[in-house]
């Protein structure tokens, strides 16, 4: 089973910009969907923030449309984030996020998280 590790989250001035890395240890070409969830802080919910599918198509929520960017890096099996104009209701737990088909089974899998916290 993949082993995701997430890096890049910190504190950031609204307006900034910040970018996660997502650390895959199997190629994430082998991957059927990945991407990037967040619970806010007091919430229960993880909320979608970009995910991509068998088909390739980067899919985003709708509060962070045009300003985060979700990519990939085959060679590093890597997967990154890039956040701008960053807002104070950005900040959560950012999540990275992979589903692996294993013995015809999909088996989701779960970074540990890494705070994004954007404040003046």
């Known amino acids: 089973q993949v082993q995701l590790v997430e890096s890049g989250g910190g504190l950031v001035q609204p307006g900034g910009s910040l970018g996660l890395s997502c650390a895959a240890s199997v190629s994430i070409s082998r991957l059927n969907r990945m991407g990037w969830y967040r619970q806010a802080p007091g919430t229960l919910e993880r909320q979608l923030v970009a995910?991509?599918?068998?088909?390739?198509?980067?899919r985003y929520g709708d509060s962070v449309k045009g300003r985060f960017t979700m990519s990939g890096d085959n060679a590093k099996n890597t997967m990154f984030l890039q956040m701008n104009n960053l807002k104070p209701e950005d900040t959560a737990v950012y999540y990275c996020?992979?589903?692996?088909?294993?013995?015809?089974?999909?088996?989701?899998?779960w970074g540990q998280g890494t705070q994004v916290t954007v404040s003046s």
């Open positions: 995910v991509i599918l068998g088909d390739g198509i980067v």
């Open positions: 996020y992979a589903v692996q088909l294993i013995a015809s089974e999909n088996i989701e899998t």
